[in-house]
């Protein structure tokens, strides 16, 4: 559990897994990709065809648009390969906003909901 700071004295909680992202986040569905545990929140696809990857990451961002109920911030992409035997080439990374990826918008909305309701 986390707590997010609301525009009064109450707090949020948020739900988060040991990697610090909401639990019910849409996880990448391939093996090989991942949401990374760094400040800025990299989610990393990685695959030796680029279309693939890039589909996959287009794929991720419209499940979590609409887990999120809002477009996710999208810092910066990063593409880098690896031409290590046995890896993946392409490594396409989306720096993604650490708040959207923890449900921060979703406990706010849903605070605000209940603040009128209650």
């Known amino acids: 559990m986390s707590e997010l700071a609301s525009t009064n004295t109450e707090s ?10 909401s639990v019910d986040l849409p996880r990448p ?9 760094v400040p800025y929140r990299p989610v990393e696809f990685r695959d030796d065809d680029l279309p693939a990857a890039l589909e996959r ?5 419209r499940s979590t ?33 650490e708040e959207d990826l923890a449900g921060a918008p979703i406990a706010m909305r849903a605070h605000s909901a209940k603040a009128v309701s209650g």
Do not use: F, M, T
């Open 12 to 21: 949020i909680a948020l739900r988060l897994d040991d990697a610090g992202v």
């Open 29 to 37: 569905a391939h093996q090989g990709d991942q949401v990374q545990g």
């Open 57 to 61: 990451a287009a794929s991720w961002l």
């Open 65 to 97: 648009q609409d887990w999120l109920g809002e477009p996710v911030d999208v810092i910066a992409i990063h593409l880098d390969y690896d031409d290590g035997e046995g890896k993946p080439y392409y490594d396409v990374k989306l720096l993604c906003n």
